[in-house]
């Protein structure tokens, strides 16, 4: 059963809304990454927590933002979203990283 | 810079065949460890079996083994008695502890269970 939660689980949405993307986790892990994940094709880290309050961007370059205001919660948000930002979106935590990350089930996002 | 390459972008095996997802990597650092993750369609991302760069010995998890062969860089994931469950994206990927904890991920194999 995942101790690591996103919604929503698909997300249609029109150019230029704003939307923000649900990761909430139950473990207690102060590690929190957000990854992007095209069709078939590898994971690109977007942005990453070390702790409450600690956000950091990733490899790839993202317009989005994050926030880490209590250890459980990292929410990714889109000001205003565009087609190029349709992907999967995977939020993933860990303890320590020698044991892996714990995913989950991710975001479908479509930007018409 | 880190990489790693898995050079099967897709791949099929008969139902309680055995095959074998291969996977390299690169990087300077002697601290590391390697895993291997599965991917079903529209479903979670799982951990299948990890590897601690310092033990020799190849770990397994059931009917998942690896071949680690740290010389190479190498670390290929065997599937023995192929079940139609074990249809997914496979993703190769390692940690580096001392520098931050960030997974570096391969591209994917996509493995069919033909039943």
């Known amino acids: 059963e995942a101790d690591i939660y996103q919604t929503p689980r698909y997300l249609v949405i029109g150019t230029g809304k704003k939307i923000t993307l649900e990761c909430s986790q139950t473990m207690g892990h102060d590690k929190m990454y957000w990854y992007q994940q095209d069709p078939g094709m590898e994971l690109h880290l977007i942005h990453y927590s070390y702790g409450v309050n600690s956000t950091e961007k990733g490899d790839l370059s993202s317009e989005s933002t994050v926030s880490r205001i209590r250890t459980e919660h990292f929410p990714l948000t889109l000001e205003s979203a565009r087609p190029s930002h349709t992907s999967q979106y995977l939020c993933a935590s860990s303890e320590r990283g020698q044991r892996g990350y714990t995913f989950g089930s991710g975001t479908r996002l479509t930007v018409v | 810079a880190q990489t790693v390459t898995q050079s099967q972008p897709e791949m099929s095996v008969q139902e309680a065949e055995t095959v074998t997802l291969s996977c390299t990597y690169d990087t300077s650092e002697s601290n590391y460890y390697l895993f291997w993750y599965k991917q079903p369609p529209s479903r979670q991302m799982i951990l299948v079996i990890r590897?601690?760069?310092?033990?020799?010995q190849n770990a397994t998890e059931n009917r998942f083994s690896v071949n680690f062969q740290k010389a190479a860089k190498s670390f290929s994931l065997k599937i023995s008695d192929s079940q139609l469950g074990d249809t997914a994206m496979y993703f190769c990927?390692?940690?580096?502890?001392?520098?931050?904890?960030?997974?570096?991920f391969g591209t994917g194999t996509s493995l069919t269970v033909i039943p």
């Open positions: 990927a390692f940690i580096l502890p001392n520098t931050g904890n960030q997974f570096y």
């Open positions: 590897q601690e760069a310092y033990k020799q």
